[in-house]
């Protein structure tokens, strides 16, 4: 039992479900002292102590049903009750077709699994394979090119050598025999494959899942494939949650321990100042304000579609963001992107400014007249572009206008720093007004950045 | 691995969960009879967690009514912290206890000689000040000194902050509290702990570690049929029938706020106070106000009450 619920606690880390081994040792207690008599209860249980969330749950059940489908909880008792009966059962029913004495003679001198395959004793056959897969140790199946290698390890260990030798001797023999071994032989290789593929399905999931999104995360965002972008946008809202657990925090702290005596003495003061009553000094942060200038022109139409999603993001874990997209002109975007969903949003920004040649002198000139007064010394400029301007007046000066008004100003630019400042990128003379520079390619290096300039404000 | 019992006795404890719990009036599912089940059986608190009103709290009542254990709750908030949560030393009067004796201080001291003297028969005295007699228990504290032990309701987890959680480790997972002048408090008898949660944030990893996690979703039709038999004895079963058919019915509408098993108690309430056989269409209309609670979910509804009252009268006919 004990062996089982441990391959079932590998499954389940699998299938995504964090199983720490406090946690399994609960199970264990739980197991222990419900049973296994009830599949439900024990389902339920393994859910209860395991499971941490709705998602684990729905995960860890389907787990649960795949796991539990070819192994019997009581399995160990019940097979050694059942496989004599089978074995003799079985073998009557061969015994009486086959009705001649001498193949079974020369039956004996084939080796064990041959023995098996023509006997059909599925009962024999499917413990063999399990014997098998856990000499080869299938558990620690992990990525999907594993499959080959692992079903071969698995017919040697069952002794598939033997049975080539004995079917080469049986094709001169006995050709009809060799026949029927043939055909039991293929039908092995089958029931291997499936439960190497059932195997990867258990165990392998959560790797491959980690590996694709390892890939992605330092993939360029500006190379993404279109059949990925679906995926990226779930990356990428994973990176925003995980931002918001980070940072959504309350940012009011009561600094304990810290006695107010002003206002103690002040409070107290009908009491002749013997303090019945005591203030405690708190402590004021800097709330986040953050002024996001997005480029949605044509040159980084695939990226900006990420930096928006990002944008909209950050409007759930500040307060105080206020967003602008340009390409041509600029316009100010932070009700759209507070309002509605990412995607309609996305398609009313895009639809609005997107997809023009970029302009960035003049994009500027349009913050300048309108917005300035959004940056205050508390604010964080974050501007999200490639700075290619087609050869207009960057209008730098405003740049350095706003940096000298800013608490910060953060550029980041989705081109690699080789590229900065050839062909029409306005690059290093905005650079010079910046505090952080940073190329942004990639959905990890987007994460970093943003993480980078909430955190400045903790 | 402790002794156990045998399972087929633990089948029939979650059995008697199960029946314990209908006694008071909580129409309890398998799952959550096994959870409340497990939860003795290896000691553990149970985290609850769901939508509004599919009775959280409720679960926590019965249990504490069916094992006739005191029942302490602490309600969660934005801001609790430890003085309101677990304790806090009775600073006014330790206070008013130093003015009172500070006439006596001359005659204990009055035998001494040297400050160092004074000094040293000072500390004979030892922390008069910070001893049990000084200390204000709050719900935590309540729960560990109950002698008989009771069913700590810890509610709406997820509204206190997060560092309110690290404090709760002690007390789940060793069931006792440290206070720094008077050491570590043990339970008497450890206490059956509930918590519940709206998931309005992510709860930390240490502290689902130590809780079994138990789900509340809305109910399947017949368990809600027999939760409100239980709860509003008076409704006729036909009317019982198309009530639940038609909140199954009104789940599936893309709403603000789903109905749950607490306002169809209500509803079932307000129909039986309004002495209705059968499910209308007018009354329906009239009373929708009880089942939504946002201008806006009544008005998706609206349109769609003709076909539900419909589909659940004929789900009568079958059913």
Known sequence: MQENLHRFFRAARGAGVHVSPAESIDAMRAVASIGLSDRTVLRDSLLLTLAKSEDEKKALGACFDLFFAHVDPAQPEAKDDEAPQDAASSEAQTAQPSDQPVQDEANAELGPLAQMLLAQNTADISAAIANASSAVGLSEIRYFTQRGLFSSRMLETMGIQRLRDDLDALNDRNPAQAERLQAALDGLRDTVRDAVAQALALYGREETENLRHEILRNAQLSRIEPRQVAEMRALIRQIARRLRERYSKPRKRQRRGHLDVRRTLRRNAAWGSVPFLTAWKRRHRDRPKIVALCDVSGSVARVSDFFLLLIHSLHDVVSDVRSFAFSGHLIEVSEILEQKSAEEAMAEIMHKVGFGSSDYGSSLVDFEKQFMAAVTPQTTVIVLGDARSNKLDPRADILKAIAERAKRVVWLNPEGRMTWGWGDSEMPRYQTFCNVVRPCATAQQLERAVSDIVSAYQ | ?319
């Not at chain 2, 560990?144 to 997820?158: A, N, R, S, T």
């Open chain 2, 1 to 319: 691995m402790a002794a156990s019992p045998a399972p087929s006795s633990a089948i029939a404890a979650i059995a008697a969960v199960e029946a314990g719990l209908a006694a008071q009036g909580y129409i309890a599912s398998r799952q959550i009879a096994t959870a409340v089940y497990l939860s003795q059986a290896i000691d553990k608190p149970i985290l609850v967690e769901g939508p509004a009103g599919v009775g959280k709290t409720e679960l926590a009542k019965a249990i504490a009514a069916w094992r006739g254990l005191k029942m302490i709750r602490l309600q969660c908030y934005e801001g609790l912290d430890e003085a309101k949560a677990l304790y806090e030393w009775k600073y006014a009067k330790q206070l008013l206890y130093t003015q009172i004796l500070k006439d006596k201080l001359g005659e204990v001291l009055g035998g001494a000689q040297t400050l160092h003297a004074a000094l040293s028969q000072l500390h004979d005295f030892g922390d008069v000040f910070f001893s049990k007699e000084f200390v204000e228990p709050r719900p935590l504290l309540q729960a560990l000194l109950e002698p008989e032990g009771c069913v700590l309701l810890i509610d709406e987890i997820d509204k206190s902050d997060a560092e309110f959680e690290s404090l709760l480790l002690e007390i789940l997972s060793d069931f006792q509290v440290t206070i720094p002048e008077l050491g570590s408090i043990a339970a008497a008898s450890p206490p059956t702990v509930i918590l519940t949660s709206n998931s309005e944030r992510n709860l930390g990893d240490a502290l689902k570690r130590r809780c079994l996690h138990l789900h509340i979703g809305f109910p399947e039709q017949r368990l809600e049929e027999r939760i409100v038999e239980s709860r509003v004895p008076g409704i006729s079963q036909t009317l019982r029938r198309q009530l639940v058919a038609f909140i199954h019915d009104i789940r599936s509408l893309d709403l603000k706020k789903q109905p749950s098993v607490s306002e169809t108690i209500d509803w079932a309430r307000v129909l039986v106070l309004l002495q209705a056989a059968e499910l209308g269409h007018d009354l329906v209309k009239d009373t929708l106000n009880v089942l939504l609670k946002y201008e806006s979910d009544i008005e998706v509804a609206l349109p769609q009450v003709t076909t539900f009252v419909a589909k659940a009268q004929r789900q009568n006919i079958f059913g």
